[in-house]
RNA sequence: GGGGGCGUGGUGAAGUCUGGAGUUCACGCCGGCCUGUCAAGCCGGAGGUCGCGGGUUCAAAUCCCGUCGCUCCCGCCA
């Protein structure tokens, strides 16, 4: 039916007769000519139809609209002079069609196939099979399957085994909830949707792989955001005789076969590295956006002796003072007193802000309470110029720079993602404070700690062999050296509160699985529609991803989720919940009712 | 579960704060004219339950209450 792609045909190409097929992108009709742009998968090329042309129909000609599928042939030709479009990677020449044959016409569109206007984006999911014609969308599918045709490419020259894992498996209450398939032929039994294949890729280490990875579908019933969907995809990766070393040496050669192969530029190797101490000491987070400076500074000593009392009770309790210098933001009363607002929302209590003013004074609600020393302190350790406004907040350390880590990232994160900031996160600790302050473990069972003495007696110190990649601001994935040594396994389980009955009950087959001669070994997955998503430029995650799901977890076009049928149930051997049906039937009494 | 933003012909926006006739702009659609355009141009036309429900008012797109949907964020995501 085509024996050219239409974005394919340059000069040379002159002379050549073609067949070509796609869709009408643009008509442009003359009255006495009419110039289609005609779109495939290539490119676009613009086609000129005589309507009295021999073997053209007036009719057919004239009747043409946007998107109609057709095929056409004819001679590819110079265009005539003055008449090129430098725009067009085919603009040179055009195919004087001499066939015209409608494959499928198209109804008016629900919206317009170009990327000049933001339409929403449930009609854009509605018909996403027209919103994946637009050369946004178009161009998004191609960066991420060219991203992960790399990173396949990059594991298969190190020497890594592409294997598949089940993706119909056993749950676990721990970690993210899992999406549940209820078993037909044990009723009342339910497999689950694996949150990631980490016990599988352990278990092909054991089995001899030594060099494992996998394209791997992941599921997490959890609320939905920017960068995250139910299912995502993640390049999954294990390696035996491994250490924390050779899992960052892999991930930069990814990272950087991928950005160049996306971006065309090359990032600086070795990427940067913080402890996650210094990440959270010095930008309130373990994945600071490294892009901006604006760093989180320790103005305890600073207010040690202050007169203001806010501070000086922050302070003689155990707390901290800590500020940022967020620049020239040149806000009004209004808009500062927005940045206080902000901070209450996050947890703060309060925020101070300062103005500095051009001869120096500090203009700020609390000014009249700071002492000259006070003043110079914080002007000098802020490195505060004139036109800066500073943020000061004081409370208990780790509050206080989450705070300040979020308000960073509101006042001073760039829009889009041209630049780009890769940072490794290493040496996290193995447990973190959970709601009521007591301790709870940061990574799943399996990931090793420096010291597991350290982790029995000063849990609150120790920490774990686990490791993150970030790229402006996002975590890309996260990965650990994990347990070998079944002894060390089955301690660490006692430590985090699994009671001995419960750890054999659960991981018994996993614990015997590792006392058969378990190679040490390593791993990472990297989340690939994040990745793709900053590399395209994209706000979020559903751009990357043909068919995503909208925040209420619905998809507008097919419907899901959707109900069943009694039959399908019953075969299952599950009844719905009362108060399931009640809220049914009361919906159906609202929709039928005038 | 909570907080913010958005919802106006097919599409995108303005109008909403400060109530006064469905008003406006661009695109698209339909018809006509037109042989060198490329976001073609010119002329004409059609197209609306201002998300939905209730309330206030002489009068509601506009104010109030509720609700639905989308979205961003918090919680959640070992």
């Known amino acids: ?34 110039f289609v742009d005609l779109r495939d998968h290539t490119g676009v090329v613009q086609i000129v139809l005589d309507p009295d042309a021999e073997g ?80 946004r969308m178009a161009e998004n599918l191609v960066a991420r399957a060219r991203a992960i045709r790399t990173m396949r490419r990059v594991m298969d020259e190190l020497g890594f085994l592409e294997i598949e894992t089940p993706t119909l ?12 398939v209820p078993s037909r032929l044990q009723p009342g039994h339910f497999y689950a949707l694996p949150q990631s294949p980490q016990l599988f890729k352990q278990l092909l280490m054991i089995g001899g792989v030594e060099r494992y990875y996998q394209v791997a579908r992941c599921w997490r019933d959890e609320d939905l955001r920017a960068d995250r969907q139910f299912e995502f995809t993640q390049l999954d990766f294990e390696g035996a005789f491994w250490d924390q070393e050779d899992v960052l040496e892999v991930l930069e050669e990814l990272a950087v076969a991928v950005t160049e192969e996306l971006r065309g530029v090359t ?13 959270l000491e010095r930008y309130g987070t373990d994945k600071p956006d490294l892009r901006f400076g604006m760093e989180i500074t320790d103005l305890s000593d600073v207010f040690a002796g202050t007169g203001f009392r806010a501070f000086a009770e922050v302070l003689a309790a155990g707390g901290t003072v800590r500020g940022i210098n967020a620049g020239a933001l040149g806000l009004a009363r209004s808009g500062l007193d927005g940045l206080v607002e902000r901070a209450r929302a996050l947890g703060a209590k309060g925020l101070v802000w300062i103005v500095v003013e051009d001869h120096g004074e500090l203009r700020s609600p609390v000014a009249k309470f700071l002492d000259d020393d006070e003043r110079a302190g ?7 110029e004139p036109g800066d406004t500073l943020l000061l907040m004081a409370d208990e350390r780790l509050l206080v720079l989450e705070v300040l880590g979020r308000l960073r990232l509101d006042l001073g994160r760039p829009e889009g993602h041209d630049e780009l900031a890769y940072l490794f996160v290493v040496d996290y600790p193995v447990f973190e404070p959970g709601d009521d302050g007591q301790l709870v473990p940061a990574h799943h069972p399996f ?76 791993g990472f997955a990297v989340g690939i529609d994040r990745f793709v998503s900053i590399l395209r430029n994209e706000p979020n995650i559903r751009e990357i991803i043909p068919f995503p799901k909208t925040q209420s977890g619905q998809d507008p076009l097919t419907g899901s989720p959707s109900r069943v049928s009694d039959a399908q149930l019953a075969e299952l051997g599950i009844a719905l919940r009362p108060e399931v049906l009640a809220r049914w039937a009361e919906e159906a009494e609202g929709s039928s009712g005038e």
């Open 447 to 522: 990931t090793a700690p420096v010291d597991v003495e350290t982790m029995r007696r000063n849990p609150a110190e120790a920490l774990a062999k686990a490791y993150d990649l970030v790229l402006n601001g996002t975590e890309l994935g996260s990965g650990s050296v994990r347990i070998h040594d079944p002894a060390v396994q089955a301690e660490v389980l006692e430590i985090l509160g699994f009671a001995p009955e419960e750890a054999e009950r659960r991981f018994g087959w996993f614990l015997e699985a590792l006392r058969y001669g378990t190679p040490p070994h390593a």
């Open 267 to 279: 990032p600086r190797r070795p990427f940067p590295r913080l402890s996650f101490h210094e990440a």
């Open 169 to 180: 498996i056993a749950s676990t209450p721990e970690g993210a909830r899992d999406f549940l």
């Open 1 to 34: 039916m085509k024996d050219r792609g239409a974005g394919s045909l340059r000069r040379e190409d002159v002379g050549a007769r073609v067949r070509l097929a796609g869709w009408v992108a643009r008509r442009r009709d003359h009255g006495g000519i009419v």
């Open 56 to 135: 053209l129909s007036a009719e057919v000609v004239h009747g043409l609209r946007a998107e109609y599928c057709i095929a056409v042939a004819g001679g590819v030709r110079a265009r005539p002079e003055g008449t090129e479009n430098p725009d067009l990677a085919t603009g040179a020449v055009e195919v004087a069609v001499d066939e015209l044959e409608v494959l499928s016409p198209a109804d008016p569109l629900p919206f317009q196939l170009d990327d000049r206007v933001e339409v929403d984006e449930v009609r854009r999911l509605q018909y996403r099979y027209l919103d994946l014609r637009r050369p």
């Open 378 to 384: 914080l002007v000098a350790r802020l490195g505060a």
